[in-house]
């Protein structure tokens, strides 16, 4: 029983210290004041690299593909495309 509840205080510990760890290196010591942008498609370095987010290069090919298929004459409801 002893060795559970040690374990429990000193894991208790650690997540306090990473905790304020965490809130002090970024928030305090940062210049902005906040946490860093840590998103693909919001990154200026990432776009500097040419990546992109998945999600947004799903939507432009599904716009691209609308395109295409708008442009088709439909015949019975379905697109013959040719």
Same mark, same amino acid.
């Given at each position: ?10 894991? &208790? ?8 760890? $965490?809130?002090?290196? @970024?928030?305090?010591?940062? #210049? *902005?004041? +906040? ?5 693909? &498609? ?8 040419? $990546?992109?987010?998945? @999600?947004?290069?799903?939507? #432009? *090919?599904? +716009? ?5 298929? &708008? ?12």
């Amino acid at each position: 029983m002893q060795v559970l509840i040690i374990s429990i205080v000193l894991v &208790g510990v650690a997540g306090v210290l990473m905790a304020t760890s $965490i809130l002090f290196n @970024k928030l305090l010591f940062n #210049k *902005e004041g +906040r946490f860093p942008n840590t998103s693909i &498609g919001h990154n200026p370095n990432m776009q500097k690299l040419g $990546i992109t987010c998945a @999600k947004g290069d799903a939507a #432009k *090919e599904f +716009r691209k593909s609308r395109e295409v298929l &708008g442009s088709c004459s439909t015949k019975g409801g379905g697109c013959a495309c040719g």
